[in-house]
């Protein structure tokens, strides 16, 4: 508009820029008392093996059932949870709500399956270890049952710190993954020390899978990388056959996506696997 003065540019920009704050700390005091009201939820994602087309586990992730809103997905609350810390108190909710859930259908008598859960650099404490022990033991489930996904944001501070942590949790029998591998700025030098199980593909490269070939270069290379580190290696956003293939050939261990199923509440899963989920073959 206009732009005459200095003076209604100003009064413009800062009537917008509390808007945003107004907004954010609205979302804040929210999700403060989503917390405590049983408002989040954790909806659950299979992870297969492409070699036995066998479920392997389920990443839980979390959405926000607002009154108004509706259901309202991570991208919208979590990055500002971890600009204010609040995705501590957020990550703890998570934890104690997949190993709840993990104990239902253990209890339940359904086949084991590793639930993933993701967890944000703010808490990647030397807290950290302890509480997930401690969380097991109270729901009597095995360390083999839980992984955690970590981003290569978490990597990038005291690196030295952060390794020690990740010594301690997989001593536990614990395992970890590197999520969104290939977006963030770790670098290679120190993927070698970090005692991780699996590489994640970020579903920016599965997505140009099989037209873009930089994406496909990128993701065989990836897959690559975890062959010779001798770790696991999943690919995620699958959305088709075609990449399904593609990745099978380059010798991907495992896949999630919507071409298998969207994130489902845990009742849904639950049925899922009951009725003996079968994922979509590769066409030979
Ligand atoms: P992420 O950990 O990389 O999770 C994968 C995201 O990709 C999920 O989005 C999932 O629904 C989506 N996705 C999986 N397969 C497909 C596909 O085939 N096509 C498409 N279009 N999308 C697919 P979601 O659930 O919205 O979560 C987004 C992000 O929010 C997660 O990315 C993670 O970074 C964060 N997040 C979710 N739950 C938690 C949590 O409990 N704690 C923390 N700290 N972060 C979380
Ligand atoms: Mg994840
Ligand atoms: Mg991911
Ligand atoms: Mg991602």
Partial sequence: ?????????????????????????????????????????????????????????????????????????????????????????????????ACSQAQTWKQAGLPPIRLAVNVSAREFTSALPGRVTETLKRYGLEPSWLELEITESTLMHNIDRVIGIMDRITALGVTLSLDDFGTGYSSLSYLKRFPIDTLKIDRSFTTGIPSDAND?????????????????????????????????????????????????????????????????????
């Fill in 1 to 97: 508009q206009g732009g005459d003065t200095d003076g209604e540019h100003v009064a413009f920009y800062s009537r917008d820029m509390n808007q945003g704050m107004q907004e954010r700390m609205r979302i804040e005091s929210g999700l403060r008392a989503a917390l405590g009201s049983g408002q989040l939820e954790l909806h659950y994602q299979p992870k297969f093996s492409i070699s036995s087309g066998q479920i392997i586990g389920a990443e839980a992730l979390v959405r926000w059932r607002h009154p108004e809103r509706g259901l309202v997905p991570p991208a919208e609350f979590i990055p500002l949870a971890e600009a204010t810390g609040l995705v501590v108190q957020v990550g703890e909710w998570v934890l104690e709500a």
């Fill in 216 to 284: 496909c270069a990128i993701a065989s290379t990836i897959i690559s990388i975890a062959q010779q580190l001798k770790h696991k290696v999943i690919a995620e956003g699958v959305e088709t056959v075609e990449q399904l293939a593609f990745l099978k050939t380059s010798g991907c261990d495992e896949v999630q996506g919507y071409l298998f199923s969207k994130p489902l509440p845990a009742v849904e899963f639950e049925k899922a696997l009951r009725e003996n989920w079968t994922p979509v073959q590769v066409p030979v």
